[in-house]
């Protein structure tokens, strides 16, 4: 008698998708990905990858940070204000750094096809994880005496991501000048802290 096969659910089914999504997007690319391969080749359906992740980009992303080597961001504690905001800011240019140009391209495009600008900026204003790392930042370095406190609007401590994504946009890059520029003359003249470094 056959064996039966047994149905993945939950964390088995999402590693599944996530595992396929990867193994595609090395075999075929960002372009040629599809959801309706991806459930085809993980024994699913579009339906059950759709409750878990809204569009391509946004599951390519999952893969990526599953399988790509990237471990998440962490809290930045070097002592410093203007330092911490650059090794943030370093997390993401090393994020971007090992996506392949062409990846990095299609997700670009694919995002801002159903997003515009407007909701682009109000999602990255929404508590959608920066503030979970800022925060503790300022917390930090009002603790230190550097900045006068850490009780500051929402809107403020989300900037960094704001600047983030706008820079991505606009330039499709993360240049060390930019970051440097938007740590040292738009960041900490914000908080009230000093560059007190060297470019």
Request: aromatic share 8%.
């Amino acid at each position: 008698m056959a064996e039966k096969k047994t149905r993945r659910r939950g964390e088995a089914l999402k590693e599944a998708i996530l595992r396929v999504t990867w193994d595609e997007l090395q075999t075929k690319g960002y372009q040629r990905l599809t959801m309706e391969g991806v459930a085809a080749a993980a024994a699913t359906t579009k339906t059950v990858i759709y409750r878990r992740w809204p569009d391509k980009a946004h599951l390519v992303i999952a893969a990526f940070g599953r399988f790509g080597g990237f471990d998440g961001y962490v809290v930045p504690d070097t002592g410093k204000l203007r330092t911490d905001f650059l090794a943030l800011m370093a997390q993401v240019a090393a994020f971007l750094d090992k996506l392949a140009e062409e990846t990095f391209r299609g997700l670009l495009a694919d995002r801002l096809q159903h997003l515009d600008l407007e909701n682009l900026l109000t999602r990255a204003s929404s508590g959608n994880g920066i503030q979970a790392i800022v925060q503790p930042m300022l917390d930090h370095a009002a603790a230190r005496g550097e900045i006068a406190h850490a009780d500051w609007p929402d809107r403020l401590v989300n900037l960094p991501g704001i600047l983030l994504i706008n820079e991505v946009i606009t330039r499709q890059e993360l240049s060390l000048a930019a970051r440097y520029e938007m740590v040292d003359e738009i960041l900490l003249p914000v908080f009230g802290a000093t560059a007190q470094a060297p470019k």
